[in-house]
């Protein structure tokens, strides 16, 4: 999912090809989804009639969320839930690209841009007056949400769904201090990895992020929010914005990451020698408020009360249940996809993926269970049964009481 660093790129890219661009038309395709009509009413038609003719002014951004700003109301409000994004017909937009594809553009010298457009899974285009630019928003999985908010530009980060989420730690950093963190910190008694994904608390930190802030500050993503020091507090609000910062400052580009994140070792899982960093250190993928999490053991210790267990015992399992910090819907984020159980990012999906072997060893289990089930429903059935007799003997000995005691009482009048 695009985070807080990948946003300030689709920013970066909007400021630069569509300020003080007039918009000559919109291509839509109606998504009820993606447009959020049951919950605004907004119609891929009516979005088009609302921008069309209109000049984009600037572009802006709070967390995981972006806008453009139009020279007067209604505004373009995004999210790209899991896989939204925005592509232009004459500049390459993406932050990542598989190793052949990078080999082939070093070895021609030029940038791959063959691509077909409209691009696949477009939900609107916007067709500029000038240089025959497009840009295209899209989304393959269909979480993105787009909205229109008919209000002045100055007030629409004070505008739902923007104002229930919390401050965007690069861009509201006169805000998000290390007070304020340790304020945030000690209201809350859930795994630290949770409250940094909780969107209504810092927007903008994902998965990625959040993990690399907790590796950078040496700290266990299951440790409580509450029982932080006042060091721990530091070397957090140090990894967060040090992290926050340098991804947004290069665009998400990771090869321009530094090379002692995370960021540039954890996908290894599964591989020939992967999980470890260069220095042999080993990497462990464990589940934390929902999401998983790569750490490392040797670096982050416990320190302080945690939930869960121990993380390399989950490691060698293949990973299970952890801590369920971050459970239930939070206030503000019911557009905000970070932390759906179900419908977890494609990196994360690859990242968790069990061998071949796995399903048969769980559909193994699966099928014991069931076989503990039946025995368990036919013992139910059978004592049932088994109640069932009994109650109607007990029915039988009570007739027959009743009737020999009946039969006396007639006897007994005769005999008088």
Known sequence: MPEIAEIARVVHFLKQH???????SVSVQEDANVFSTS?????????AEALKGKT?????????????????PPHPVMHFGMTGWIKFNHDETAYWKPQKEKNAEEKSGKAKNDEEWPPRFWKFILHMES??????????????????????ASKLRETSPLAENGPDPVIDSHVVTREWLATK??????????????????????NWVAD??????????????????EEQVTKLYDGMMHVCKTACEVL???????????????????????SKLPNGEKIVHITVGGRTSAIVPSRQKKGGQVAGGDPEANDKKGGGKRSKGGKGKRKGDDEDHDEPKEEDV????????????????KNNRGSKKRASTNAANDAEDSAAKSGSNKKRRTTKTVEAVESAATGRRRSGRLNK
């Open 56 to 72: 984009v002014l600037d572009a802006g951004q709070q967390g995981k969320y972006f806008w453009l700003v139009m020279d007067k």
């Open 131 to 152: 240089e025959n630019l497009e840009a295209a928003f899209i989304d393959a999985r269909r979480f993105a949400r787009i909205r229109l908010l008919d209000v002045e």
């Open 346 to 361: 494609e990196e994360e999906k690859e990242e968790t993926e069990e061998p071949a072997s796995k399903p048969a060893k």
């Open 185 to 206: 910190l000690a209201s809350k008694h859930v795994p630290i990895k949770a409250l940094l994904l909780d969107q209504a608390v810092i927007s903008g930190i994902g």
């Open 252 to 274: 998400a580009d990771s090869d321009k990451f530094p090379e002692t994140w995370l960021m540039k070792h954890r996908w290894d899982k599964g591989k020939k020698d992967g």
């Open 212 to 229: 690399e802030t907790l590796y950078q500050a040496s700290q266990h993503p299951e440790q409580y929010s509450d029982t932080f020091d």
């Open 39 to 47: 919950k605004t009413g907004l119609t891929a038609s009516r979005f």
């Open 18 to 24: 569509l300020t003080k661009q007039r918009i000559a």
